[in-house]
C-alpha cells in the first residue's frame, strides 16, 4: 500500500525553526520526484521545494530560498523539509508529494503555524 506520511509540524514563534518529515511506504523515494507544497487559508496550493530523483537536484521556491532546506534518507525512505528563519507568511499545510511519469501520490499534509 502506498503511503506518505507527514510529521513535525506546530506551532512557533516568528524566527524558529521546524523539520517536517514525510516519511514513504509502498515505493522508493529515489524513483519519484519528491516535493514539498503548501497551502495557506485562502490561497492555492503553491511549490516550495523540491529533489529529483535520479541526481538529486534541487530547487526552492524564491519565497523560501536560503531559509528552508529538503533533504531525503533513501534508507529510511524518508524525505524532510527544515524550515528555519520561519516568517509569519509561511503559516500553511504542508503536504509531500511524490511524481514520476506514472504515478502521483500526496500525504495528508500538517499544519505549521507560525505566530508570536
Known amino acids: 500500500q502506498v503511503q506518505l506520511v507527514e510529521s513535525g509540524g506546530g506551532l512557533v514563534q516568528p524566527g524558529g525553526s521546524l523539520r517536517l518529515s514525510c516519511a514513504a511506504s509502498?515505493?522508493?523515494?529515489?524513483?519519484?520526484?519528491m516535493s514539498w507544497y503548501r497551502q495557506a487559508p485562502g490561497k492555492e496550493r503553491e511549490l516550495v521545494a523540491t529533489?529529483?530523483?535520479?541526481?538529486?537536484?534541487?530547487d526552492y521556491a524564491d519565497s523560501v530560498r536560503g531559509r528552508f532546506t529538503i533533504s531525503r534518507d533513501n534508507y529510511k525512505n524518508t524525505v524532510y523539509l527544515q524550515m528555519n528563519l520561519l516568517k509569519l507568511e509561511d503559516t500553511a499545510v504542508y503536504y509531500c508529494n511524490a511524481d514520476n511519469i506514472f504515478h502521483g501520490y500526496w500525504g495528508q499534509g500538517t499544519q505549521v503555524t507560525v505566530s508570536s
Open positions: 529533489i529529483t530523483s535520479l541526481d538529486g537536484t534541487i
Open positions: 509502498g515505493f522508493t523515494i529515489t524513483t519519484y520526484v
